[in-house]
C-alpha cells in the first residue's frame, strides 16, 4: 500500500544498508510510538523459549497489534529499533533473518545486542515510531 505522508530514503554516497532505509521522512502525518513489543502470548506466557527466530515472529505480531490499535499499520513504520539478547553475531542474525522477512523490512532500523531483557527467557524486543497520514 502506497503511503504518501512516508518516504524511505537510502543515501547514494554512503554504503548501502542490507534491506533498510537509511532515513525515513513524514509529511503532515499523526506520530505514533509503540512501548517495546515483547514475545508474549494473550496470556502473558513466553512464546519460543530459547527460539530467536520463534521469539522474533511473536513480537512482531504483537507490535503489528500494537499499531493496529492506533490506527496504523506496518507500512506507517518509520523507525524500529531491534534489541536481541546475543551472545554472536549469529544471534543478532537469526532476529535480523526474520525481520527483513516481515512487512517491517522496509522501515529505518537499528539493530542491538543486549544483555538481558525484562522477561525471564526473553530474547528480543522490538519498539517502533510510526506515522499515519
Given at each position: 500500500m502506497s503511503?504518501?505522508?512516508?518516504?524511505?530514503?537510502?543515501v547514494p554516497d554512503l554504503f548501502p544498508p542490507p534491506g533498510y532505509a537509511h532515513v525515513a521522512v513524514?509529511?503532515?502525518?499523526r506520530l505514533i510510538l509503540t512501548a517495546g513489543a515483547v514475545?508474549?502470548?494473550d496470556r502473558g506466557a513466553l512464546v519460543g523459549r530459547g527460539d530467536y527466530a520463534a521469539q522474533t515472529k511473536q513480537t512482531i505480531?504483537?507490535?503489528?497489534?500494537?499499531?493496529?490499535?492506533?490506527?496504523?499499520?506496518?507500512?506507517?513504520?518509520?523507525?524500529?529499533?531491534?534489541y536481541v539478547v546475543a551472545r554472536t553475531e549469529a544471534d543478532l542474525a537469526a532476529v535480523w533473518?526474520?525481520?527483513q522477512a516481515s512487512a517491517l523490512a522496509p522501515a529505518a532500523s537499528t539493530l542491538l545486542g543486549v544483555a538481558l531483557l525484562?522477561?525471564?527467557?526473553?530474547?528480543?524486543?522490538?519498539?517502533?515510531?510510526?506515522?499515519?497520514?
Open positions: 503511503r504518501p505522508h512516508i518516504r524511505h530514503l537510502t513524514v509529511h503532515s502525518a514475545p508474549l502470548d505480531d504483537n507490535l503489528l497489534r500494537q499499531l493496529s490499535a492506533a490506527g496504523a499499520a506496518a507500512g506507517d513504520v518509520l523507525k524500529t529499533t531491534v533473518k526474520v525481520v525484562g522477561y525471564p527467557g526473553q530474547l528480543v524486543e522490538i519498539e517502533a515510531v510510526a506515522a499515519k497520514g
